[in-house]
C-alpha cells in the first residue's frame, strides 16, 4: 500500500536536509536517542545514500537519559558509520558554566541550553538539524524550516524571513547559525507511521512495559538515581511507556497497554493528551516553550 | 491518504481563527490539554464562553495584542486526508503573509463577514489567490447566525464577489454560507440553512482534487547536491520540480547545454522506474558530464527559457523599500543569481486593481518589474509553473528575504505605466495617419542599405558629439544615409520650453524618439546624441523603433575624465551650483544595462569607436559588410 502522505512528508525532509548540506559550511544533526531523532538519521541516510551522511551526530547528554536510550544511539552509530560528538551538561556544571538546580523538581532541562550553545560554537556549526515539529507545541506553529538564530542563538519570533513555494534562504552573517527542522509538517502520528512504515527501530522505552513511577503534578515520573520523593508520595509499579525520551527528571511517562507499533499507533491516533502535555517543564507555565525558545532552547 | 495544504485569509473579525478551531475541535484535532489551555485562557478575557480563536493564536505578543502577526501552520487529520493550514493574518499590512501562506497552498479560504459583504479586503485576498495561481478558492460567507440565515444575503454576497472575481485568473470557486461559531456548514450540514444544498467545509476539503496546480508535463531538474561517495558513483540529488522522467530517457544539462541520457534513478532500498514531480531523487547519467548544483537537468525536446533577464510579478516583503540602483541575491530553485531592476513597470493598486506609475515598491505593495540578471535563469512562465516560475530576492548585505516573484517570461523592455505616458503615443485630436507614400522597406531597397537609430547615451564630455559627428561623416563618404540629432541642437528651439526637471528630461527624450522615428520611417540612419540620464526614459526611442534596428550605443567614460575634458565649462558651473541638476554632479546617471555596444572613451580613439560603430552595424545587416 502506498502511503502518500508519508512519501510527501519524506520527500519535503529530504530537501531540506539536501538544502541545509549544499547551503552551509558545518551543519550537524542534534541527535537525542528518541523517535524523531532517529527518524531524522533514517531520513539523513536516504537523503545522500550511497554516500555517508555528510555531517556528524551531535547529542547534548544530560547525564540523566533512560539508559536504553544511550545503548541504542551507540549500536546505531556504529552500524552506520556517523560521525558522534557527545556533550555532557556534566561538564558544563565542572566547568561552572552552570549551576545545577536544587529540590524534588530540580532539572536538567534549562541547563543543556549552555551546553548546546557552547557546543555549537565550539564546533563552528553554522547549521544545526533538530527534529522539532510544528505541531508540538503553540509556539512552534510559526516556526520556520530554517530559523535564524543571531550570535547568542535567541530566537527572535518578529525578525524571522518569509519562507515562500520551497526556496530556503540559509545566508547569514558571522557567529550566526541556523536551527533547520526537516519534520516541520510532520505530526506525531506521521511520525509514528513512518517508524512502522520503515521499520525504524526505538528504544524499548516507548513501548508498555512494568516500571515504578510516582506522581507528582499528574505527571508520572520514573524511578532512577535522579528523582527523589517528597513528603507523602511512594513509588508504585504500573505499566507504562513513555511518548518522548528526555531528561529522566521531567519526562513524564503515561500509563497504556500499547506494546507494539500498532497498538501505539492507534492509541496515538485516539490520544486526548499531546504529546508535550506529559513534559512538566512545560506546565510551569503558559507561555514556557516561548521563553526557553528565545534563550536558544530547540 | 493525501495532503492538502490551504491557506485561509480574513480580517481579524471575520471569524477566521474561530474557524480553524472549529475545524480542528470539530475533527478532533484539539487534544484535551490544549482544550484546558485555551479553556483557561478564555477565563483570562472574561467573556464566559470559551473561545476557540485562541487555538490559533500562538504567541504571547499576539495573544496580548489580540491579533495574529505571522502565519502559522495547523495540521489535522481526518480519515481521508492530512490537512496543512497556513493561518494568515488578513490586515492591509500583511499582505507578504498571505503571499506566504498562498505560495504552497492549493486552496484558499476566503471569508466574508456575511454583515458586511465583499469589502476592499475580499477582493485584495482574490487578488492575491489569483496572482499566486491558487487552483481552488472556497468563499466562506460567515456569521450567517447574525443574518438570520438569510439566503437573500447570501445570494447577494455571492453575486458581487462572482462579479469580482470574473476579473481575476481564478479557475475554481466554490461558496459556502456557515456560522464558525455555531458550527453550521462548517463540519456538519447546517440545520438552520435548508436552502443550502452544497458541502459543508469539511467536505469540500476532503473531496477537493489535490495536485492541480502541479505540472506534470514539463520535466525539471534542479540539481540540489553532487552525491560523489568515491570514484565509482556520481550521482545528482534533487527534487523534481515538475513533470517526470525514466531510465533511458534523453536528457540535457543547463547551462552546458551537454546532452546525456538517464542511467539509473537511485534510492535507499532499490532503484525507481519513474521519477515523478515532487519526488527527492538522485539521478546518475551515462556520460561522464559536469554538473553542479544551480544546473538543471531537462529533456533534451522540452527546454524551459533560459534567459538573462526577467519580467514579474513581485510581492515586496521588507520594511525598507526597494532600492532600485541596487543589486539583489535572486534564489530561483537551487540557483543563486545577482540581478538588479531594469524597470519598475507598475505597482498593483490592489483594492481597485488599477495599475500605477511607481518608482519603486515598497513594504506590501506588489508590482511588475523587469530585471537584468547577471548570469541566466532556466524559467518557466509562473502560469505553467509554480515551481520554475518562482523566486525570492534577497538583500545581499542583511541576508534577508525582501521579495517574491513571479515570473511573466523574459523582459519586453514594456513601458512603465503613466511615466511616460506617450507610450501609448500622444495624438492630436481629428488627425489620421496614412501610411506614408513610399515605404521605408522601398527606399532600403533603393539605397542598399536599412534604416536604424543609433542612441548614443553617456555623460556630459563623454564624447557623444564627437563620435556622432566622425561617425555620420565616415557612412555619408559611404554612400549611407544619415540624419543626425544633438542634445544640444533640440535644445534649441523644438526642446526650447524644457528645462532640466526629470519630467521635463522625459519629455526632451520622448520628442527626440519620435524625431528619429520620422526619419528612421524616411530610410537613414538616425544618429541620436544625448545624456539621456534615464533608463526609463531611453525605453521609449527603443519602443518606438522596430527591434532589430534600434542600438543603444553607451559611450562610457568615467566621471573624473568628463571633469576634465569639461569641453563646454559646464562641470565647473555645476561645481560652483550654477548650474542644477546636472547629471554626473547633483542628477543621477543610469548607465545602460545591456547596451548593443559599449564605447570606452577613456580607452579608445575617435577613430578606433567609429570603427566599432561600423562593424556592429556590418554585423547586424544594417550596412553592407564592404562599405
Known amino acids: ?298 | 491518504m493525501d495532503i492538502l495544504r490551504f491557506t485561509t485569509a480574513g480580517h481579524v473579525d471575520d471569524g477566521k481563527s474561530t474557524l480553524i478551531g472549529r475545524l480542528l475541535y470539530d475533527s478532533k484535532a484539539i487534544h484535551q490539554d490544549q482544550y484546558q489551555s485555551i479553556e483557561r485562557a478564555s477565563l483570562g478575557q472574561g467573556d464566559g464562553a470559551v473561545n476557540l480563536a485562541l487555538v490559533t493564536d500562538g504567541l504571547r505578543a499576539e495573544r496580548e495584542q489580540g491579533i495574529t502577526i505571522d502565519v502559522a501552520y495547523r495540521y489535522f487529520s481526518t480519515s481521508r486526508r492530512k490537512f496543512i493550514i497556513a493561518d494568515t493574518p488578513g490586515h492591509i499590512q500583511y499582505t507578504r503573509n498571505m503571499v506566504t501562506g498562498a505560495s504552497t497552498a492549493e486552496l484558499a479560504i476566503i471569508l466574508i463577514d456575511a454583515r458586511n459583504g465583499v469589502l476592499q479586503q475580499s477582493r485584495r485576498h482574490g487578488f492575491i489567490a489569483s496572482l499566486l495561481q491558487i487552483p481552488h478558492v472556497l468563499v466562506a460567507i460567515n456569521k450567517m447566525d447574525l443574518v438570520d440565515y438569510s439566503e437573500e444575503a447570501y445570494r447577494n454576497i455571492v453575486g458581487d464577489y462572482r462579479e469580482f472575481v470574473e476579473r481575476l485568473d481564478i479557475d475554481d470557486v466554490v461558496f459556502i454560507p456557515i456560522s464558525a461559531l455555531k458550527g453550521d456548514n462548517v463540519v456538519e450540514p447546517s440545520k438552520r440553512m435548508d436552502w443550502y444544498r452544497g458541502p459543508t467545509i469539511l467536505h469540500h476539503l476532503e473531496t477537493v482534487k489535490v495536485g492541480a496546480g502541479r505540472n506534470v508535463v514539463d520535466f525539471r531538474f534542479p540539481v540540489q547536491y553532487v552525491i560523489r561517495p568515491g570514484q565509482r558513483f556520481r550521482g545528482y540529488a534533487g527534487r523534481v520540480a515538475s513533470g517526470s522522467i525514466a531510465p533511458g530517457e534523453d536528457i540535457v544539462a543547463l547551462p552546458s547545454g551537454k546532452e546525456s541520457r538517464i542511467r539509473s534513478i537511485v534510492c535507499m532500498e532499490q532503484d525507481v522506474q519513474r521519477a515523478r514531480a515532487g519526488d527527492s531523487v538522485v539521478i546518475t547519467v551515462e556520460d561522464n558530464i559536469d554538473i553542479g548544483r544551480g544546473d538543471m537537468i531537462v529533456r533534451r525536446r522540452n527546454k524551459p527559457l533560459v534567459t538573462r533577464s526577467i519580467d514579474a510579478d513581485i510581492c515586496w516583503m521588507s520594511e525598507e523599500p526597494m532600492n532600485t540602483n541596487r543589486r539583489w541575491i535572486l534564489q530561483h530553485t537551487t540557483r543563486n543569481v545577482q540581478a538588479a531592476v531594469g524597470n519598475v513597470i507598475y505597482r498593483m493598486n490592489i483594492d481597485t486593481l488599477h495599475r500605477e506609475t511607481a518608482d519603486a515598491l515598497g513594504l506590501n505593495d506588489i508590482g511588475r518589474i523587469e530585471f537584468e540578471l547577471a548570469d541566466p535563469l532556466f524559467v518557466d512562465a509562473y502560469r505553467v509553473n509554480r515551481e520554475t516560475g518562482s523566486f525570492i530576492l534577497i538583500d545581499p548585505d542583511a541576508n534577508n528575504t525582501v521579495a517574491a516573484g513571479m515570473i511573466r517570461g523574459a523582459a519586453q523592455h514594456v513601458p512603465p505605466v503613466g511615466r511616460t505616458p506617450a507610450m501609448e503615443r500622444l495624438v492630436s485630436p481629428g488627425v489620421v495617419w496614412d501610411e506614408l507614400f513610399i515605404a521605408r522597406e522601398a527606399r532600403e531597397r533603393r539605397q542598399g542599405h536599412q534604416a536604424a537609430v543609433l542612441w548614443m547615451t553617456g555623460l556630459s564630455g563623454s564624447g557623444k558629439s564627437t563620435i556622432a559627428r566622425a561617425l555620420e561623416k565616415r557612412l555619408f563618404e559611404q554612400g549611407v544615409r544619415t540624419m543626425s540629432i544633438d542634445g544640444d541642437y533640440v535644445r534649441h528651439g523644438l526642446c526650447g520650453d524644457l528645462s532640466f526637471s526629470e519630467a521635463d528630461r522625459a519629455e526632451n527624450i520622448r520628442r527626440v524618439g519620435e524625431t528619429a522615428r520620422l526619419c528612421f520611417e524616411q530610410g537613414n540612419i538616425t544618429i541620436c546624441a544625448l545624456v539621456s540620464p534615464r533608463r526609463r526614459d531611453r525605453a521609449y526611442p527603443r519602443h518606438v523603433i522596430p527591434e532589430g534596428r534600434f542600438f543603444e550605443v553607451h559611450v562610457d567614460c568615467d566621471l573624473e575624465t568628463c571633469k576634465r575634458r569639461d569641453p563646454k565649462g559646464l562641470y565647473k558651473k555645476a561645481l560652483d551650483n550654477e548650474i542644477r541638476d546636472f547629471t554626473g554632479i547633483s542628477a543621477p546617471y543610469e548607465p545602460p544595462e545591456y547596451p548593443e555596444l559599449r564605447l570606452q572613451t577613456d580607452a579608445l580613439s575617435v577613430q578606433e569607436c567609429v570603427d566599432r560603430v561600423v562593424a556592429m552595424l556590418a554585423a547586424q545587416g544594417i550596412i553592407p559588410s564592404t562599405a
Open chain 1, 1 to 298: 500500500m502506498r502511503n502518500l502522505h508519508l512519501e510527501r512528508l519524506e520527500s519535503e525532509a529530504i530537501y531540506i536536509m539536501r538544502e541545509t548540506a549544499a547551503q552551509f559550511e558545518r551543519p550537524c544533526l542534534m541527535f537525542s536517542g528518541g523517535k524523531d531523532s532517529l527518524v531524522m538519521v533514517r531520513l539523513a541516510r536516504k537523503a545522500f545514500w550511497p554516500a555517508p551522511i555528510p555531517f556528524p551526530l551531535l547529542h547534548v547528554d544530560t547525564g540523566h537519559n533512560f539508559p536504553e536510550t544511550i545503548a541504542l544511539r551507540d549500536r546505531l552509530t556504529r552500524e552506520i558509520g556517523a560521525r558522534l560528538i557527545v556533550r555532557t551538561v556534566q561538564d558544563s556544571i565542572d566547568q561552572g558554566r552552570v549551576k545545577e538546580e536544587e529540590g524534588p523538581n530540580a532539572s536538567r532541562n534549562l541547563l543543556q541550553i549552555t551546553t548546546l550553545l557552547d557546543a555549537l560554537g565550539e564546533l563552528k556549526t553554522d547549521a544545526a538539524l533538530g527534529g522539532a515539529r510544528r505541531d508540538e507545541e503553540k509556539a512552534r506553529a510559526k516556526e520556520r524550516f530554517f530559523s535564524h538564530r543571531d550570535r547568542f542563538g535567541q530566537w527572535d519570533p518578529k525578525n524571522q524571513r518569509p519562507e515562500l513555494w520551497h526556496i530556503f534562504n540559509g545566508r547569514k552573517r558571522p557567529g550566526e547559525h541556523f536551527r533547520i527542522f526537516p519534520l516541520s509538517n510532520w505530526t506525531e502520528l506521521d511520525v509514528w507511521e513512518y517508524i512502522l512504515m520503515q521499520d525504524i527501530e526505538i528504544p524499548s522505552i516507548y513501548f508498555a512495559h512494568e516500571r515504578e513511577i510516582v506522581e507528582r503534578d499528574g505527571v508520572l515520573l520514573a524511578k532512577c538515581d535522579y528523582v527523589s520523593l517528597a513528603n507523602g508520595e511512594a513509588w508504585t509499579r504500573e505499566t507504562v511507556r513513555f511518548r518522548t525520551v528526555g531528561d529522566m527528571t521531567c519526562t513524564g511517562a503515561i500509563r497504556s497497554p500499547a506494546a507494539t507499533l500498532e497498538e501505539i499507533i492507534e492509541e496515538v491516533a485516539s490520544a486526548r493528551v499531546t504529546e508535550r502535555g506529559a513534559r512538566a517543564d512545560d506546565l510551569r507555565s503558559e507561555a514556557a516553550m516561548e521563553d526557553r525558545k528565545r534563550q536558544g532552547y530547540f
